[in-house]
């Protein structure tokens, strides 16, 4: 599993150029005037990770098979969005299928783009989307607390929990603040994900900066990176005119086009690292002579849920988890070598599964 991020902004500010980037495809127009995109663009990419190179190199793997992520890229959401304006409805429709929320605010200026509200203001472009999203909330919510009323009148505990929870996230969205500062038990939390508000979604800025920038971001990006601080969001800075350029180059000459600009690495890896941070995900892998290959799981997962990942039948029969962590693995260079340094591993079906594990499952048919 990967996960899926929608990628959302005002018109103009980048969402297609920086889409077509991390997908290096032409699927998403990226055309100087609001809703170019009119219908959610959808790519897959190959979530990088040099350890599953190293691991492959070690093990003589064949085939390198990467973990996944999905890119959704959904049109431009403009004022009044949560009233149907600018195809309004539709766009948070797609919202709602996503797990996490890129939302990519424009740093730069640039007199040849014009931007929707007139004026370069990150914090009030970002603050536009959320009141949507909020309004879009409320009015979901409150369409609802009727019928949560009746039930838990007649006794029903579970519509008394989600009504309980409906009216302290009602009181929240009033005072404009989104979902996902609500304040919550453990065990609440799957009942308030089966709220399905746009506004629980998890947030990653992506700050759109001029090339320039593109290293250490500017002003702009700045206060984009105090708000995510005090909202618990997360944010990056990308420069989608670079990753535009990078995306259409063969790899051997990314490197030099790279150290050229002042950059270590793609604005993609910045991008897929934060969205798994934001997402408590991690990676282990699965290594032997045909393949190495990456998984993707939620931090916390135990053994035989990491396994059934893999095939149901994993899960469903598992017996234990061989397991080397990932720099035992390098340093004793292959399972054999971290057999005899005592590094090799059989763990239980309590064992929590940690970024890096190297794995091999045993399990009854």
Known sequence: MGFKCGIVGLPNVGKSTLFNALTQTAAAQAANYPFCTIEPNVGDVAVPDAR??????????????????????????????SKGEGLGNQFLANIREVDAIAH??????????????????????????????????????????????????????????????????????????????????????KAFQMLNLLTAKPVLYVCNVEESSAHDGNSFSAKVFERAKQEGAK????????????????????????????????GLNRVIRAGYELLQLLTYFTVGPKEAR??????????????????????KGF????????DDYVACKGE??????????????????????????????
């Not at 190199?57 to 973990?67: E, H, V, Y």
């Not at 008394?160 to 989104?178: F, G, W």
């Not at 670079?242 to 259409?248: F, L, N």
């Open 52 to 81: 599953l190179d190293a691991l492959a190199a070690i093990a003589g793997s064949q085939q390198i098979i990467p973990t996944r992520i999905t890119f959704v890229d959904i049109a431009g959401i403009v004022r009044g969005a």
């Open 104 to 189: 990519v605010v424009r740093c730069f200026e640039d007199s040849d783009i014009t931007h929707v509200e007139g004026k370069i203001d990150p914090i009030a472009d970002i603050e536009t989307i959320e009141t949507e999203l909020m309004l879009a909330d409320l009015d979901s919510l409150e369409k609802r607390v009727g019928a949560l009323e009746k039930k838990a009148r007649g006794g029903d505990k579970e519509a008394k929990e989600s009504l309980d929870l409906v009216q302290r996230c009602l009181v929240l969205l009033q005072d404009a603040k989104p979902a996902r500062l609500l304040e919550r038990k453990a065990e609440e939390e």
């Open 235 to 266: 944010a990056v800075v990308v420069s989608a005119k670079i990753e535009s350029e990078i995306a259409v180059l063969p790899p051997e000459d990314m490197k030099d086009y790279l150290e050229a600009v002042g950059l270590d690495e793609p």
């Open 294 to 315: 990456a998984w993707t799981i939620t931090r916390g997962t135990k053994a035989p849920a990491a396994a059934g990942v893999i095939h149901t039948d994993f899960e």
């Open 319 to 326: 017996i234990r988890a061989e397991t080397i962590a990932y």
């Open 336 to 365: 054999a070598g971290a057999r005899d340094a005592g590094k090799f591993r059989l763990e239980g079906k309590d064992y929590t599964v940690l970024d890096g594990d190297v794995m091999h499952f045993r399990f009854n048919t």
